[in-house]
């Protein structure tokens, strides 16, 4: 282990894991006072490896940038690898002061760094982990985020409410001021005592807007869109990334979930979750939840002006988390007035049917089997089913307490990595590759498995006949429908260090291959991405239970890092 820097110095106590794409094999062990490092009596196969220490990056061998998978390393039947060096970056700082509304350092307060990330398909500012759960400013309202890598971060400050996280605060208006000020002179005492619990009230205007925080982003805008970028290098610590929380004007949303007789009145709930990009985990745009009262009424205050969906849950009885019972709509919190909204609840829906076996040899017990109903989000949508779920001894399985959503049905056999899923039937439609809209239960859905798996593998070389490793091979289907976001014909791996790659249990059909020399986490699925690698790939056609071996050469790099492949003639 070594430090990222000019010196590249010894770099001790720092953890190091190694895992196995193949196997169950993890292991942890600490870097001496010299930075080295032994992972012994390994078995032949494919490892990862990593380090991680307090104020560094944590870096994956093999990774062109942090936080990316690492290369994986082939290690044959009783090999040494004597000579792997693993370099880790110094973290930078961003560091600064978070003010209140009136210009008061604000203490408390857990600051987040935020990156671009790509997240089902779509590029989004999404938390950095530094290896703090968070950076909290201190008395002095300053904050110290470290540990981060290189490169362009947004800056943000959650919402914060004032005192109890329920009360509200007004804006005085300069009428309420003066009337204040003037009842002050009159009667020797200000009206907004605090032995006065309507005094507030009857100095501020009733119509007084309700305001209170909202999550802010550097330079101080409540919209993400609008947050500045700020760029660290390796190292650097970046000062004085100073701003100031934002009072804006809140609503308070009121309603009443009507159900059956059946309804438990103590299980129901609603959240309230903002629609759009904005939903940021860890800022405040995560979404909130409330009690429903016995008779059915529910409350949020202190609403922040935007779109939102409701979703109400019903559960059967007290501690049951499958959801009986549901309901939906849409709603505009626009900061003045208080909405009254009723939401009606509907049965959930259910989705059944049988799991089969297409193979040779012993078959799996269908009780090895787990279902998975994978909702296909956008917005504000919400699932509210429980999975996986088992399936029985007859091969049958079902799935209650499903929303109306787009869903993918998928399932795996535990113990048994030679069988795959072959295809998900739901209704006569295809539910593995493309979603399947449910807007009623179903029964009669069939999960084929087969133990006629495909792979392809292969070798990225240069023109000169030598291995390429660290470089991203992107497989991606040639038809353009099926360039979805979680596609399972979408995949992408790093070559390996003696520039090799392996597809495992993958449908047959006509695919293409293509390699780049970098890529963000999930920018495989982005059309955008998969594109103009299209041209520069090749095409590799691929049959039921077919093991392909197809090489690649890479006759020249573009200026976008893709490489325009040739495939290798002695390859099949």
Same mark, same amino acid.
């Given at each position: ?43 032949? &196969?494919? #490892?990862?490896?990593? =380090?991680?220490?307090? !104020? ?6 093999? %990774? @062109?940038?942090? $936080? /990316? ?71 002095? &309202?300053? #904050?110290?985020?470290? =540990?981060?890598?290189? !490169? ?6 959650? %919402? @914060?409410?004032? $005192? /109890? ?93 009507? $159900? ?313």
């Amino acid at each position: 282990m070594l430090t990222d820097d000019n010196e590249s110095r010894p770099l001790r106590r720092v953890r190091v894991f190694l895992d196995s794409p193949d196997s169950d094999v993890a292991r942890t062990t600490i870097a001496d006072d010299s930075g080295a490092f032994v992972f012994a009596e390994l078995p032949a &196969g494919r #490892y990862t490896v990593g =380090g991680t220490k307090e !104020g560094y990056v944590t870096v994956s061998y093999g %990774a @062109r940038r942090p $936080g /990316s998978p690492g290369a994986p390393i082939i290690l044959r039947d009783k090999q040494t690898i004597a000579d792997l060096t693993l370099k880790l970056p110094r973290g930078a700082v961003i560091t600064g002061t978070l003010f209140d509304p009136g210009g008061q350092p604000l203490p408390g307060v857990s600051m987040r760094a935020l990156r671009f990330t790509y997240a089902s398909g779509e590029r989004r500012l999404t938390p950095v982990y530094t290896g703090m759960p968070s950076h909290v400013t201190d008395d002095r &309202g300053v #904050y110290r985020i470290y =540990g981060l890598a290189a !490169g362009d971060y947004a800056i943000a400050a959650p %919402a @914060r409410l004032s $005192g /109890s996280g329920n009360r509200d605060v007004l804006m005085m208006t300069d009428a309420a001021i003066r009337r204040g000020l003037d009842e002050l002179k009159q009667t020797g005492r200000p009206s907004m005592s605090t032995s006065d619990e309507t005094s507030a009230a009857s100095v501020a205007d009733t119509d007084a807007p309700r305001v209170g925080y909202a999550p802010v982003f550097y330079p101080g805008t409540t919209a993400p869109s609008q947050a500045a970028m700020i760029k660290v290098a390796q190292g650097e610590e970046r000062r004085e990334v100073d701003f100031q929380m934002q009072y804006v004007p809140v609503s308070a949303i009121r309603g009443t979930v009507l $159900g059956g007789d059946r309804v438990y009145s103590g299980s129901t709930t609603v959240h309230l979750i903002a629609n759009g990009p904005a939903v940021l985990a860890g800022t405040g745009h995560d979404g909130r939840t409330a009690a429903v009262a016995r008779d059915g009424t529910f409350a949020f205050s202190n609403v922040a002006p935007g779109p939102y969906t409701l979703i109400a849950r019903a559960t059967r009885a007290p501690g049951l988390g499958e959801a009986a019972w549901w309901a939906s709509t849409e709603v505009i919190a626009d900061g003045q007035s208080e909405q009254e909204l009723t939401l009606a609840l509907q049965p959930a829906l259910t989705l059944s049917g049988r799991v089969a076996f297409e193979g040779t040899g012993t078959l799996p017990e269908p009780t090895r089997v787990r279902v998975t109903l994978e909702p296909v989000l956008a917005g504000a949508q919400v699932s509210l089913a429980t999975t996986p779920v088992h399936v029985s001894a007859a091969g049958r399985f079902a799935i209650a307490g499903i929303t109306a959503a787009r869903y993918r049905l998928r399932a795996s056999v535990s113990g048994h990595p030679d069988w795959m899923l072959k295809s998900s039937s739901v209704d006569g439609r295809d539910a593995l590759d493309v979603p399947v809209d449910l807007r009623s239960s179903i029964d009669g859905a069939v999960l084929t498995f087969t133990n006629r798996v495909s792979d392809i593998s292969g070798t990225v070389r240069d023109g000169s006949g030598r291995a390429m490793s660290g470089y991203a091979v992107v497989l991606f289907p040639s038809e353009q429908a099926l360039w979805l976001p979680g596609a399972r014909r979408i995949r992408s791996i790093l070559s390996a260090n003696d520039g090799t790659f392996r597809f495992r249990n993958l449908p047959a059909g006509e695919y293409l291959l293509g390699v780049v020399a970098d890529a963000e986490d999930g920018e495989w699925f982005d059309r955008e991405f998969l594109d103009p690698l299209a041209s520069s790939s090749v095409k590799v056609t691929l049959a039921e239970g077919e093991r392909k071996s197809q090489d690649v050469v890479a006759a020249r790099q573009d200026g976008s890092g893709r490489l325009v492949l040739t495939a290798d003639a002695k390859t099949r």
